[in-house]
């Protein structure tokens, strides 16, 4: 007997071996050891792993370069399509000098992807060096990914302790590196330092960190940031005075200009202010401000139209809007409803502006993201402005011209991608100007999507009448058509199933109570972490009031909503007073030391973990959704749990 239950041991430890062997076996590359400037063969197994069974995979990877100046070092990302070979998928790509480290995930490329990060762990292709040894920038990058670079597209699940404890034990080796990850590191100690001892830690080693002579000006801004934080207006003023010093028309200088321009009130004088402004600083970012816009945009809450024209007229040809700007622009204008006439000139105008840049190949590439999020991101930007245009139009009964407008602004991203009130917008007005057969489809991409609106399905039947003839057979093929976007809509959220343990907690609720995640064993838990400074977070909260509210009456699921990385000194005020005003019935837990968030390994928020009755996670969502379709995804992802 003895011997049978030694072998039973010796065969589950065999498969567990195999089993983890064989996940860390999901990567290779050619050359195993590859130098910053090779040509690397990545090669991909996805047996064992969420990705196994999948008809298509594409590699998303960042690449980290100590020497890059973008944000997090991120020198470029991208996702390219890979090839079978028999078992196995292959793709090729190409490193600099200049690369230190690359991280890895693997996707299924669909609407809804499937991804393998390694279960959070992620996938990474160290650089070494000539003899073999791993390059130390290298090392530094691993250290830092997994509470910075490596977070922002998930190729990683946001691990603070970790990240700390690799930085440390790089930098007694290496001191020298420490000043080269100043921002990393001052971030996630601020994370993982409690309250208390915050303040003085941070001033020891903000104090450190000033006496560098290799300070870089993102340094200065880091300092600037938290001696700001931490309520020392003489350090501030320092360390600013440095900063212009030696970078004379640096980001220092630049935010004393607008921090003049926003404290005057007097719009004559912001108008003069503006102009020596753009004397000075002649380039801006992509996503920066422009003084000229912001004026513009200051007259315009002034509602003094005549102003309005007349600024427009002395800016309009000069440098007053980066590309993204213009629909936003555009968008307060119409709330305020003046200038409307002005306001069609801007649309104009930043329409002719992305069309050149399409076709200059100057386009937005933001370092941090792939080109399929870069395209939806700029598909985004781009349809606001032709959406607004559209609205406008609308409003001069221009039909046709809205029209045309509307029909461009959808066709530069996917329908997911817009929120519920622009598709129900587009979908009244094709109705309104009876245009029945260019909104079916429209209409069942949305229905499939799980879109629900008041007025959908009599939209679509004028649109079923207008092709067919007549309404016969309409209620069977609106039924066949909710029944597949149901089906649809179930089988993506079946693919992003996990089954992973959920880390344990004890929090205090607003009422002073003790919550522990273990009192709700046999229950389905959505835990959702977010903070009162978060716009997504509240954007994301009428959703969530539904949904708590449909399941009000289940015992069976539970919703605690954990306010975390609050900087507030004191928390439970704060949280408590934005329940009040906002009268939200939710469930606040408190984690004060952002324990929790970062046992749970949040990257960002909003993110929701559905844990089911087992206690394990079954789905993690990041990011925003909104209106009916939330509250649908949501409740799928409940009665899954559920099972």
Not at 608 to 620: C, H, L, M, P, S
Request: with cysteine; hydrophobic share 35%.
């Amino acid at each position: 007997m003895k011997k049978i239950k030694f072998l039973i041991s010796v065969v589950v430890l065999l498969l567990i071996f195999n089993l983890l062997n064989a996940k860390e076996n999901s990567v290779k590359t050619i050359p195993e050891k590859p130098k910053a400037g090779d040509e690397i063969t990545i090669i991909y197994n996805p047996a064992n792993t969420v990705m196994s069974g999948v008809k298509n995979v594409e590699v998303v990877f960042s690449i980290y370069s100590l020497k890059s100046s973008e944000y997090g070092h991120i020198a470029e990302t991208h996702n390219y399509a890979m090839t079978k070979s028999g078992d196995t998928w292959t793709v090729k790509i190409n490193t600099s000098a200049n690369t230190d480290c690359i991280a890895v995930k693997f996707s299924d490329g669909g609407d809804y992807p499937v991804s393998d990060n390694n279960e959070g762990s992620g996938y990474f292709i160290r650089m070494y060096d000539g003899t073999g040894n791993e390059k130390i920038e290298s090392v530094l990058a691993y250290a830092t990914a997994f509470s910075s670079w490596a977070t922002f597209m998930q190729f990683v699940a946001r691990d603070q302790a970790k990240s700390i404890e690799l930085m440390k034990e790089l930098f007694k080796q290496h001191p020298e590196l420490k000043v080269k990850s100043l921002d990393p590191y001052l971030n996630v100690l601020k994370k993982v330092t409690p309250d208390k001892e915050k303040p003085e830690l941070l001033k020891k080693e903000l104090a450190e960190f000033e006496k560098s002579n290799e300070l870089t000006e993102a340094d200065y801004s880091t300092l600037i940031y938290n001696y700001k934080n931490l309520k020392m207006p003489e350090k501030e003023s320092e360390l600013i005075k440095r900063a212009i010093s030696k970078y004379p028309k640096g980001k220092a200088y630049q935010q004393e200009l607008w921090k003049k321009l926003e404290a005057e009130k007097d719009l004559n004088k912001q108008k003069e202010m503006a102009i020596t402004f753009h004397k000075e600083i002649t380039e801006f970012g992509e996503y920066e401000s422009r003084p000229y816009g912001q004026v513009l945009q200051n007259i315009a809450d002034k509602k003094d139209s005549v102003m309005l024209r007349d600024w427009w007229e002395f800016i309009k040809d000069k440098s007053w809007s980066s590309l993204v700007s213009y629909g936003y622009i555009a968008y307060q204008m119409l709330g305020e409803k003046i200038g409307l006439d002005v306001t069609i000139e801007i649309c104009e105008q930043g329409e002719n502006a992305w069309k050149e840049a399409k076709a200059n190949g100057t386009i937005i590439k933001a370092n941090i993201v792939s080109e399929y999020e870069n395209r939806n991101m700029n598909g985004k930007h781009e349809s606001f402005l032709y959406l607004t245009h559209a609205k406008i139009l609308n409003i001069f009964n221009k039909k046709e011209e809205a029209l045309a407008k509307y029909k461009i602004a959808f066709s530069l991203c996917p329908l997911k991608l817009f929120i519920d009130e622009e598709v129900l917008a587009y979908i009244k007005f094709l109705n309104e100007v009876k245009e029945y057969q260019a909104a079916e489809p429209i209409i069942k991409e949305a229905i499939i999507l799980g879109y629900q609106y008041d007025g959908m399905k009599d939209a679509l039947k004028n649109s079923y009448v207008s092709i067919k003839g007549s309404d016969a057979g309409f209620e069977e093929y609106y039924g066949n058509l909710n029944q597949k976007g149901k089906a649809v809509r179930l089988e993506k959220k079946k693919k992003q199933m996990i089954n992973q343990p959920a880390p344990q907690f004890t929090l205090t609720d607003l009422e002073g109570k003790q919550v522990s995640l273990s009192g709700y064993k046999g229950k389905v838990v959505v835990v959702d972490f977010w903070a009162t400074w978060c716009g997504p977070c509240k954007v994301s909260f009428p959703a969530m009031q539904q949904t708590v509210n449909k399941y009000k009456d289940n015992k069976d699921v539970v919703f605690l909503f954990v306010n975390t990385w609050q900087t507030e000194i004191d928390k439970k005020k704060n949280a408590e007073d934005f329940i009040k005003e906002t009268k939200y019935t939710f469930h606040v837990l408190l984690d004060v030391e952002n324990k929790v968030v970062a046992d749970y390994k949040v990257s960002a928020i909003p993110t929701k973990f559905i844990i089911g009755k087992d206690g394990n996670i079954k789905f993690n969502v990041v990011g925003v959704e909104t209106g009916d379709v939330a509250v649908e995804n949501l409740s799928t992802m409940i009665e899954l749990a559920s099972k």
